[in-house]
């Protein structure tokens, strides 16, 4: 604007600046308010898990009553997600974000008050639904609040947040059930949900697309719900029942005549939960099947890496964190980097580019052996962190940016969901490759070091062991014999790791090749209303 454009006539097009002078919907508050609160959830995602041993032995839980501790909240938010994106493009994002950000925060307290494993697995149930509903309201204000040439910085350091606050969990968990108690892990989201619910009140500011959906499509939930939740069982519990078992596949079956029928029913509705049209933008598309094989390789390959820091080498649940931190760290370093270059290049490139070097990282951690140093093991880690970066980054703004305005929730909890159902589908996948190499391996290897025979009824219970890196040493074993079951064990391990972190890579090749159908997100200059 010219010196000599009289103040009291503003050019139109241009927004008023008025959230650059006060604190509510500017942009960079605006996402550090939301990762607040998104940083509480992923967390959530891995720290429990170093709590689960402690929640055992406090609470008298069976086996199966730890699971669901972790089921519970993966199904809650895995089927939720896509229905709680619909609730924020119709309601606001804003609300939506608030009310999960508070559900979430008071049933983590009820869980630390909780005296008995159901109170604990229904409060967890209600963490994974509350969540849901946070986390694609958190894209959905950050796609209505920044404007299209630094959307992808901000969702470059939305990803950094998840990322760091997911590879983090470990390390919070373990440094919180050592020193304090299994109810601080989530005691400590009472503060940080109240943290983010005065900054949301302060800060947030409700966008409405002129075109938000007025209805619901009630029958489309219900399906979409089922779907979901039969696809994520049978993956979650395939490891316990077999690929082979009639249950497995009864509910893969009834995942797939849901998905059909939910798609046949989107044709016929007015305003249905996800428009099919959609998916005629190739690269969304792409972007959510780049999402699904991005998840499997990283979440089911980290499942195992655990496993390996811990019972091959010896570590505590703090330690093994603590080698985790390259992962972490260049995750940090790299999201805000590759959210730069794909706004000055597009992401088909740093998308490509970033699947190939996950490819890389992952054949690198299949020669891991149990004698792998740890400056060998941090360069595989950066590499996988520097790899990740730019499609967590890249593939997010694909699939939002390439959605319309007014389905912006909808998109992000299409991306949130694609992750979860990658990261079930990597860890039952690759969990079957490692059992079926180890159940192969372990006889002969247990008979070429001169062991004494297994008996059958054991050798499953053995195998099982073997599957996450413990030795299956009888009591009362002398020492001799008990270093080479050690010594077979994990070099049973190993070769289940390697074979699994083979299919891994495999999988981020195919990735690689599914980027190249990425472009950036055509709708995404309607999202820009704020000033940075």
């Known amino acids: ?25 500017h942009p960079w508050l605006t996402l550090f308010s939301v990762a607040i609160g998104v940083m509480m959830v992923a967390l959530d995602g891995t720290i429990v898990a170093i709590a689960n041993p402690a929640i055992q032995k406090d ?13 519970g909240y993966l199904l809650a938010l895995a089927v939720a997600l896509i229905t709680a994106g619909k609730l924020g493009d119709r309601f606001g994002h804003r609300q939506t974000f608030l009310i999960g950000v508070v559900g979430f925060a008071l049933a983590s307290g009820a869980i630390g008050l909780s005296s008995e494993v159901s109170l604990v697995i229904v409060f967890r149930v209600l963490q994974g639904l509350f969540g849901a509903l946070l986390m694609p309201a958190a894209l959905g204000l950050l796609r209505a609040t920044f404007p299209a040439e630094k959307l992808n910085m901000a969702i470059g350091i939305w990803g950094m947040v998840i990322g760091a606050s997911t590879a983090g969990g470990p390390i919070v968990g373990g440094l919180l059930v050592e020193h304090v108690n299994w109810q601080s892990v989530f005691f400590i989201n009472v503060p940080v949900g109240l943290l983010a619910l005065v900054l949301g009140l302060v800060i947030l500011k409700d966008h409405r697309a002129k075109n938000a959906p007025r209805s619901f499509d009630v029958p489309g939930i219900v399906l979409l719900s089922g779907a979901m939740f039969c696809l994520i069982w049978a993956l979650i519990k395939a490891g316990e029942w077999g690929w082979g078992d009639g249950k497995t596949w009864g509910f893969l079956i009834g995942s797939i005549v849901l998905f059909v029928a939910f798609g046949a029913l989107e044709t016929k509705v ?9 998916f005629r933008s190739l690269p969304l598309t792409a972007g959510t099947v780049l999402m699904v094989l991005m998840a499997f390789a990283f979440m089911g390959g980290l499942f195992f890496v655990t496993f390996y820091l811990q019972n091959v080498h010896g570590m505590s649940p703090v330690d093994s964190g603590l080698h985790l931190l390259p992962l972490t760290g260049m995750m940090i370093v790299a999201s805000p980097l590759a959210g730069a270059m794909i706004t000055k290049f597009g992401p088909r490139v740093p998308l490509v580019g970033g699947m190939v070097a996950t490819a890389v990282a992952m054949y690198g951690m299949s020669t891991l052996d149990v004698g792998t140093g740890t400056g060998t093991m941090s360069i595989w880690f950066a590499l996988l962190g ?6 967590m980054v890249g593939a997010t703004e694909v699939i939002v940016g390439n959605a319309p305005m007014e389905l912006s929730g909808v998109a992000g909890g299409l991306q949130q969901a694609a992750m979860q159902v990658g990261g079930s589908l990597g860890t039952a996948v690759l969990g079957a490759v490692m059992a079926s190499r180890v159940s192969g391996e372990l006889p002969d290897n247990w008979n070429a070091a001169h062991l004494p025979p ?9 195998a099982d062991a073997v599957a996450v890196g413990m030795a299956p040493v009888p009591k009362g074993t002398p020492a001799p014999f008990a270093e080479k079951i050690t010594a077979v064990a994990h070099e049973t391990f190993i070769s289940g790791m390697g074979l699994a972190f083979s299919v891994a890579c495999g999988v981020a090749v195919v990735a690689a090749v599914v980027a190249f159908a990425t472009k950036r997100g055509a709708n995404a200059v309607e999202g820009g209303v704020g000033h940075i």
């Open 1 to 25: 604007m010219s010196s000599q454009t009289p103040v009291a006539d503003p050019i139109p097009d241009i927004p008023a600046p008025e959230p650059r002078r006060g604190l509510r919907g």
């Open 454 to 462: 297994i008996p059958p009824a054991q050798l499953d219970k053995a």
């Open 59 to 71: 609470l008298g839980a069976s086996l199966a009553d730890v699971q669901w501790i972790t089921n």
């Open 270 to 278: 007015r305003e249905p939960l996800i428009p099919l049209r959609m």
């Open 386 to 391: 520097l790899g990740l970066a730019p499609v």
